[in-house]
């Protein structure tokens, strides 16, 4: 994110909208709908109120809304109310999550699944017994 242009928006900024792109960084306020391809990082101190479709996602500041990513940090000072869906989900110690939240795979439908071999119970045989000891 370093190398190439990142949308910034700036900490006295208020937007209300539709923000898409690459990558942002958001410092100030925005509100309404986030769609980016590759990282978003909503900064401590940032209020965000969206819908929210990114590759990364990091939240240090406040967000409320819907968030479908790849992979989802929330660092100590982060506040999110929502809906979560991503595969990989860091909680940092401090962070507050309040909401729906789906990790990992997404399920197979039932017709898609490799069927499993049928396991069957092994005997095993009688433990011999246990001898007293004597005082």
Known sequence: MADEKVTVVDAQ????????????????????EISLAG????????????TISADAVEIAGELKGDVKARSLTLAEKARVQGT?????????????LSGSVATG????????????????????????PEKADKA
């Open 13 to 32: 900024a208020e937007i209300e909208g539709r923000l898409k792109g690459k990558d942002a960084v958001v410092h100030g306020r925005l509100k309404g």
């Open 39 to 50: 990282r978003l990082v909503i900064a401590e101190g940032a209020r965000v109120e969206a």
């Open 84 to 96: 979560v869906d991503v595969k990989v989900l860091v909680v940092r110690e401090g962070a507050w």
């Open 105 to 128: 795979e997404k399920s197979v439908p039932a017709a898609e699944k490799p069927s499993l071999p049928s396991v069957q119970p092994v005997q095993l045989p009688p433990r011999p």
